[in-house]
């Protein structure tokens, strides 16, 4: 394929038949902005492909634009000096179509948490950048550019600095620079990358300087208000013990009360209604953009830190809602693929305080260490997706099956002192048990009596039961997610609403959002980030199996929650 | 070949009496999916394979309430995945 060349400014037309392509390519220089705009027909679907410094395919490419219309706007930067390669492709339709290329010179935008690559190319050029940033903020700066160089770094509020004219500089004889404002203004800061000799690439990263390792969110008011001043202050201290227990690992924690101006204050926020789950969403958003925070906790049930409430996918399977964590997890409005590493330790519907204190001192112990062992069970007509599953926990093993066993069968040596527990059962919103299932019989397959006597601390529960994680207005008795939790499991994870799954194998759904967190607590992963791996171990896979995520999937994202400390992992002793 | 709505439901039925034959005389409802990547999903998962081709599949959804051993109401659903040449795609319930 040929190339033919653009410039900034102009404007090539073209036609393309369906499936057809046609190359340009444009001349850059470093530390621009890019902005390639393509206007295709109406009826048509045309896609934009760009790659650097080398002839660009819809395989090999490094940019790329391919929403469902004929119209598409691609825009890089900083740029690197060279040619950018570009692709247009008529993936639907035909056509004429004009291709517009603009070169911007304008500064580059930086902000904490982000890191950026930019070059130089001559001794005394620079590079110019922009911070916004919020009144009281830490803001540090730095940059790492060549060896065989010499780069310096410069900062002005306000306005672009100048060898002479700046608020802080650095200039330590090499390109290895670093800037610290303790307490920044509200308003923009102004850096400059300057080469007092030599030339190349270097990289400018911003930080807040604080990142704490986990972000812990609450509601001051839901606590007090359900379990009134006294209870709440243990609960406060719980949550610190917590904490401590975590910065004593290493680890750097923040709580955040959601609704206390005082908690929010150090970070400009103010605080949000503690019922309303899109206000704590946002909250959050802007937190993590503050803090950067790596793992997320909610502490409390839906009546402290309510569950996102999304129209269910699968429209006519009854449910007409999903509760569901993902809004929390994601860091924009795409919900089903989530970017932060998130858990919850729920509450119950009782108003003592006793399970929920209970489980925060559990968590604050942080002990791991149960056998390798397993139990699972399934309903007998699911056996052939459920031993495919517990392949996954233990190889060469079987699942229990219900029928023939039911809860008056289960053996205590079946169930204490297991790594992993692995249930594929039918369940209901009534009760707490969960069901077997052969023909039309549904037998008592496992209830809260069956962990009366069981050990099962610091195991990892896995269920696919239909609202097996159901925890809205539940206590101990009538939740067998609360009830585990109770019996000091580290890690729940399961369903708020219908969940599905195959009889047969390929696995599917439940099943393999399950097999995909076994694997990933298995790699060692602490239980967020192997929860959040796993849902995007399922989308890739859902995905590559079909072609799409279709509806039962889309659910299986939002309802599969987990009940866990995040920071924990399995540590299974052989 | 396209078959018609109720000759796909047919095939659904047929797979329904043999896969989960306690939901066979349930009517089920239809519902089309498209299908597609949401563009958003598909730039975090960093996908960079071509764009699926839009095409509609039929889901005829099973749904029926049992009663369990203990008397708790149960809900119990199948969907059925049926492309437009009545093949079957996928099966998945609770």
């Not at chain 1, 679907?45 to 660009?56: A, H, Q, R, T």
């Not at chain 1, 690439?201 to 390792?213: D, E, I, K, V």
């Not at chain 1, 009538?478 to 000091?488: G, V, W």
Request: glycine share 8%; with cysteine; hydrophobic share 35%.
């Amino acid at each position: 394929m040929s190339f033919q060349p653009i410039t900034s400014g102009q404007t090539l037309s073209g036609s393309l038949s369906s499936e057809g392509s046609l190359g340009y390519q444009i001349q850059v220089a470093a530390n621009h902005k890019l902005v390639i705009r393509l206007d295709g027909p109406d009826d048509a679907d045309f896609d934009l492909y760009v790659k650097y410094n080398s002839p660009v395919t819809r395989w090999d490419y490094d940019f790329k634009r391919i929403s469902r219309y004929a119209d598409e706007e691609l825009t890089i930067g900083p740029t690197q000096s060279g040619s950018y390669f570009i692709l247009v492709y008529a993936y639907r339709g035909e056509g004429q179509f004009s291709l517009s290329a603009d070169i911007v010179s304008e500064e580059l935008v930086l902000v904490p948490g982000q890191q950026i690559a930019g070059a130089i190319e001559n001794t005394k050029g620079a590079c110019y950048f922009r911070i916004p940033m919020d009144a009281g903020q830490r803001l540090m700066i730095d940059l790492n550019g060549p060896l065989a160089a010499d780069f310096d770094l410069y900062l002005r509020f306000g306005q672009r600095p100048t060898n002479v004219n700046y608020d802080q500089r650095s200039c330590s004889g090499s390109s290895i620079e670093k800037i610290e404002v303790a307490a920044t203004q509200q308003g923009d800061y102004f850096g400059m990358v300057y080469s007092y000799h030599g030339m190349g690439p270097f990289t400018l990263a911003a930080g807040s300087g604080r990142q704490p390792s986990l972000l812990i969110i609450t509601s001051k008011d839901n606590l007090e208000h359900k379990y009134g001043s006294a209870t709440f202050l243990r609960i406060n201290e719980k949550i610190t013990a917590y904490a401590q227990s975590v910065v004593a690992t290493g680890k750097e924690v923040l709580t955040v009360f959601v609704d206390e101006s005082d908690s929010l204050a150090p970070y400009d926020l103010d605080p949000v209604d503690p019922q309303d789950a899109s206000a704590i969403k946002d909250l959050l958003d802007q937190l993590d953009r503050k803090l950067n925070a790596d793992h997320f906790l909610i502490v409390g049930g839906h009546e402290i830190i309510p569950f996102h409430v999304i129209p269910n996918p699968c429209g006519d399977d009854g449910d007409t809602v999903v509760y569901s964590d993902n809004p929390y997890a994601s860091r924009d409005l795409d919900i089903l693929i989530s970017e932060r590493a998130l858990t919850r330790l729920p509450d119950d519907a009782a108003t003592d305080g006793t399970f929920f204190i209970g489980l925060l001192d559990q968590v604050a112990q942080r002990v791991q260490g149960p056998s390798v062992q397993a139990f699972g069970l399934s309903a007998k007509v699911w056996e052939g997706a459920s031993n495919c599953v517990y392949q996954e926990i233990v190889s060469g093993d079987s699942v229990k099956l219900s029928p023939p066993v039911t809860n008056r069968e289960i053996n205590s040596d079946w169930i204490n002192e297991k790594a992993y527990y692995y249930f594929n059962l039918h369940g209901s919103e009534e009760t707490a048990n969960w069901y077997g299932q052969e023909g039309v019989s549904y037998p008592v397959a496992f209830g809260p009596n069956n962990l009366n006597n069981g050990s099962v601390e610091d195991a990892v529960v896995c269920c696919e039961a239909c609202y097996g994680a159901n925890i809205i207005g539940k206590s101990c008795d009538s939740a067998l997610s609360l009830s585990f939790l109770d019996q000091k499991v580290a890690c729940f994870v399961g369903s708020t609403k219908i969940a599905y799954g195959p009889s047969e194998p390929p696995c599917t759904d439940a099943d393999l959002i399950v097999i995909k967190f076994i694997a990933r607590v298995k790699e060692g992963l602490p239980f967020g980030e192997a929860f959040l791996k796993a849902k995007e171990d399922f989308a890739r896979e859902s995905i590559s199996m079909h072609g799409y995520l279709d509806k039962t999937e889309e659910k299986t994202l939002l309802e599969f929650v987990i009940f866990a400390d995040p920071l924990a992992k399995m540590e299974v002793h052989s | 070949m396209t078959l018609s709505i109720d000759q796909l439901k047919q095939i659904a039925k047929d797979y329904i009496q043999k896969d989960s034959p306690e939901l066979a005389a349930v009517e089920p409802t239809h519902q089309e999916e498209t299908r597609i990547v949401d563009q958003a999903s598909q730039a975090k998962l960093g996908l960079r394979q071509p764009k699926t081709i839009p095409a509609k599949v039929n889901v005829f959804t099973f749904k029926k309430n049992v009663i369990a051993e203990d008397g708790a109401k149960i809900p119990i659903v199948t969907r059925v995945t049926v492309d437009a040449d009545g093949n079957v795609l996928k099966a998945t319930g609770n």
